[in-house]
């Protein structure tokens, strides 16, 4: 009988090949450049690996756009490789996790190749297509990568629909063959020794079939149409049968995540809720999403620090009884971390980026850990717009420019949260490309790697990585952090992160200041006694004589009272 819950205790890390190590000198990551790196991941401690797509792909969208799902691209490498990847990673008693994007294809995958060539072809139901209203687009969905979410395709004289790029069309998950098609490609990775998936989009499979208009909103011809296919009718449906067909009666401990934007905390109970068989975990992104204007993601209007802890604090709370969550600051499509939640200015950069940490890897949830996060690398300096190559920003800024938007705006919400950011090469040491690559890379190396690099930081105490390394192991030693209750405090405090952990005679008390200035503050007598676990300021007391205490401009500290 396999632990169910044994990621309660696992952290997870997120490599994007691409931009992690290249190993043949073309300016792009490969597995060839991951199989060199794998003791890093040893070293931090990490169980899982959350491998972003390397199938084969044109790479309109950086992999998640698959023409063929059981390949692996020849800008990466080879299947053999890969399978060299889960023996390496399975030596280090850590597992790997695919990633499952089959709420599209690429427009280049055999299936659409295929569901295009006719109306009448037996794969025409695949995809989603409809007929056009009065000669124009078939409703007004907007795509999240700028315009109409449907294209026309004249020589069939219908559009179909792609909710993303032009280039990755929406599967028509109502076709039982599309599922049995996605379950038995599923398997066969299972079959191949792959630990279960990161399911990209994966509350967007069901859509509201009536294909109507979503609300209109002034001034937008495409408007997000959200609420007609997140969450949709029939998503927990397809996720139980998915489960059913592809993990039942299967021997082993996998791990599913189902990323789910707009998701909320009564719908991420019942995704996760373990008598229901959907899946493990899901990704949400509520915190992610505050410091968005009303008008689009690139409407940056800065961070509001009550508000994020709130919202984290308030999926602690409603995930406390039934489901599990992910506890992310970012990833491949966000900011950096530091740079938009922490200080990235050079005086107060470590301490920042050791303070998000200890607030997010003590938390009730599994945390993630996105390739160069435990390092603290920063979001790049962008000025220009030819210097971004992420397709939704490229497509943003030509939107920018054919309707006549303010481009001063537009390059500042680029810069502050374009995906790009999370996209330039992991920074392993000093050097000019920063041991990325011995070529030229495909999106600029940040110039502080000549101090913000691993090779600085590897095995040296006090850096950002050992910081992150003791939170794994605390994750690992310590249930009252798996598994236990959450509480949190100081709740309006615009500077102070404080929680309260509890499982049975155990408390564990978390505290971070997330501001430059020095705070003192007041706990009361219940603590004393307490245990420092972590700190990062070296030359703090192991015990806690009573509730008093003065926290250092971005210092933060975990105790424990047994
Ligand atoms: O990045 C986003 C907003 O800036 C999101 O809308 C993002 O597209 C969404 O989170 C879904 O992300 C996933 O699916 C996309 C892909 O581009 C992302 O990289 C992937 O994580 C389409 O497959």
Not at 243 to 262: I, Q
Not at 534 to 559: K, M, P, Q
Request: negative net charge; charged residues 25%.
């Amino acid at each position: 009988m396999q632990d169910r819950e044994w990621f309660k205790s696992a952290v997870v890390y997120q490599v994007y090949p691409r931009s992690f190590a290249d190993g043949d000198g073309d300016g792009i990551g490969d597995l060839r450049g991951i199989l060199q790196h794998l003791d890093h991941l040893e070293a931090l401690g990490v169980d899982v690996v959350w491998l972003s797509p390397l199938y084969r792909s044109p790479q309109a969208d950086n992999g998640y756009d698959i023409s063929d799902y059981q390949d692996v691209d020849p800008l990466f490498g080879t299947l053999e490789q890969l399978d060299e990847l889960i023996a390496g990673l399975h030596e280090r008693g850590i597992k790997l996790v695919m990633d499952l994007v089959v709420n599209h294809t690429s427009d280049e995958h055999a299936w659409f190749q295929e569901s295009r060539s006719s109306r009448d072809s037996p794969k025409r139901d695949w995809y989603v297509w409809r007929d056009p209203r009065d000669g124009g687009e078939p409703n007004n969905w907007g795509s999240f990568f700028s315009g109409s979410a449907w294209q026309l395709d004249e020589p069939t004289g219908q559009y179909y629909l792609h909710l993303f790029d032009r280039k990755q069309p929406d599967l028509n998950w109502e076709n039982p063959e599309v599922r049995e098609a996605v379950h038995a490609m599923m398997r066969w990775w299972l079959d191949r020794g792959v630990d279960g998936f990161r399911m990209d989009v994966i509350n967007f499979i069901s859509k509201e079939q009536s294909f109507a208009d979503a609300p209109a909103v002034v001034g937008q011809r495409h408007v997000d149409a959200s609420s007609l296919f997140a969450d949709g009718p029939r998503i927990h449906e397809f996720l139980a049968e998915m489960h059913e067909a592809v993990f039942a009666g299967r021997d082993g401990a996998f791990l599913t995540v189902g990323e789910m934007p707009g998701v909320t905390p009564e719908e991420a109970v019942l995704y996760t809720d373990p008598a229901r068989h959907e899946v493990d975990m899901v990704f949400q992104f509520e915190h992610v999403s505050l410091d968005q204007g009303p008008a689009s993601k690139w409407d940056w209007i800065g961070l509001d620090r009550v508000a994020l802890k709130r919202s984290l604090h308030r999926w602690q709370v409603a995930l406390a009884e039934r489901g599990w969550n992910s506890l992310y600051w970012d990833n491949h499509d966000q900011p950096r971390a530091v740079s938009r939640f922490g200080d990235d200015d050079p005086a107060c950069w470590a301490d920042s980026a050791k303070a998000l940490a200890t607030i997010l890897h003590c938390m009730r949830g599994t945390p993630y850990v996105y390739q160069g996060e435990e390092l603290g690398m920063t979001n790049y300096p962008f000025r220009t717009a030819d210097e971004h190559r992420d397709v939704e920003a490229v497509n943003h800024w030509k939107r920018v420019i054919a309707e006549g938007l303010d481009q001063r705006s537009a390059l500042t919400g680029m810069a502050k949260v374009g995906r790009d950011n999370a996209r330039t090469p992991v920074q392993w040491d000093a050097s000019a490309q920063a041991g990325f690559t011995t070529g030229a890379p495909w999106l600029p190396v940040n110039p502080n790697r000549s101090w913000l690099n691993a090779a600085a930081q590897v095995g040296v105490e006090g850096s950002v990585f050992e910081h992150h390394r003791a939170l794994i192991r605390l994750r690992h030693e310590h249930a009252v952090i798996a598994d236990g209750d959450f509480t949190g405090l100081l709740e309006n405090d615009p500077e102070v992160w404080a929680y309260v952990r509890t499982l049975g005679s155990k408390r564990l008390l978390v505290v971070a200041n997330c501001s430059r200035r020095a705070r003192a503050l007041e706990l009361g007598d219940g603590w004393t006694g307490a245990r420092l676990l972590l700190c990062n300021l070296a030359d703090r007391a192991d015990v806690l004589h009573d509730g008093a205490l003065t926290l250092s401009g971005w210092e933060s500290r975990v105790y424990l009272l047994e």
